[in-house]
């Protein structure tokens, strides 16, 4: 099986792992990684590393995030989605709807945000959902994220659509909680630099190359054959001459070699893709 990445349409109702699993049976390997955990309510792009690739999930993941929304109004649950329990509820008029809407529009920005309590954070080690199944009462510490845009598509009587780009990390749900309601619906339509229209089946010839998808998010350098054959065994080369932290070293064939780090005078391989076989 050859390494790359798979772009897919999740649809609703199933886990991420769920999505994992099929992918391993179909494409006949367990080194299948993912870009992002999308709950089961929700569908849209997951991102999946095959074989080599999951080692490059890391920078793929960092990008931004485009979600459609909808938010109800007037409920809150105990998973800050539509999922839980009903914890309160509140009279929706337009007043609410006025400020709930204020709230979205004022979200922009770096902004502290309390992840929900069934969120996938670890916390000593355990899954915070984890905590909450087994009884645990918990509260997470509010993290930087950073709100891009929030444009309000629609708004009926206690129901709010919103279009949100965010940065990774951030959890729809705590926004719909924090504008006094829970999410319904969830559609990732961007996990960059993916889009939903980039979605395929799983299979092979749906795989994107490692050097395609990686040149998406990192700067590349252009290798000699000289420079392959150092590289695929761990070697230094000559400097790239950038301030960059991460480097794409790729062949003349087009292949991804490694990943690499300017060092003063020389660039140090951080990961090597290259065999020493397919160097010669």
Same mark, same amino acid.
């Given at each position: 099986m050859n390494a790359g990445f798979l772009v897919l349409d999740k649809p609703e109702g %199933?886990?991420?792992?769920?999505?994992?699993?099929?992918?391993?049976?179909i494409l006949g390997t367990r080194k299948i990684g993912h870009a992002g955990t999308l709950d089961p309510m929700a569908s849209g792009v997951m991102v999946l590393g095959i074989e080599s690739a999951t080692r490059l999930l890391d920078y793929i993941m960092q990008g931004k995030k485009r979600y459609l929304a909808t938010i109800k109004l007037g409920v809150l649950t105990s998973t800050d989605d539509r999922e839980g329990e009903v914890i309160e509820? #509140?009279?929706?008029?337009s007043d609410s709807i006025e400020r709930a809407t204020t709230a979205l529009k004022s979200m922009t920005g770096v902004i502290d945000q309390v992840p929900s309590s069934? #969120?996938? %954070?670890?916390?000593?080690g355990k899954r915070a959902y984890q905590r909450?199944?087994?009884g645990e009462k918990i509260e997470l510490k509010a993290r930087?994220? +950073? %709100?891009?845009?929030i444009d309000i598509l629609n708004v009926r009587s206690n129901e709010i659509d919103v279009d949100i780009t965010c940065s990774a990390g951030t959890y729809i749900r705590s926004i719909a909680r924090d504008v006094g309601g829970h999410l319904i619906s969830l559609r990732r339509i961007e996990a960059s630099p993916f889009t939903i229209e980039d979605s395929g089946d799983i299979e092979p010839s749906a795989l994107i190359p490692a050097a395609t998808a990686i040149a998406k998010v990192?700067? %590349?350098?252009?290798? #000699?054959?000289? +420079?392959?054959?150092?590289l695929s065994f761990g070697k230094q080369i000559s400097t790239s001459g950038s301030a960059e932290s991460s480097i794409a070293a790729i062949s003349p064939r087009g292949d991804l070699v490694a990943v690499i780090k300017d060092d003063g005078d020389v660039a140090t391989p951080k990961a090597v893709f290259a065999t020493r076989e397919g160097a010669d």
């Open positions: %199933i886990t991420s792992h769920d999505l994992v699993a099929r992918a391993r049976r509820t #509140s009279t929706v008029d069934v #969120s996938a %954070i670890k916390v000593n909450v199944r087994d930087k994220v +950073e %709100i891009f845009k990192l700067p %590349i350098r252009k290798l #000699s054959d000289n +420079e392959v054959s150092a």
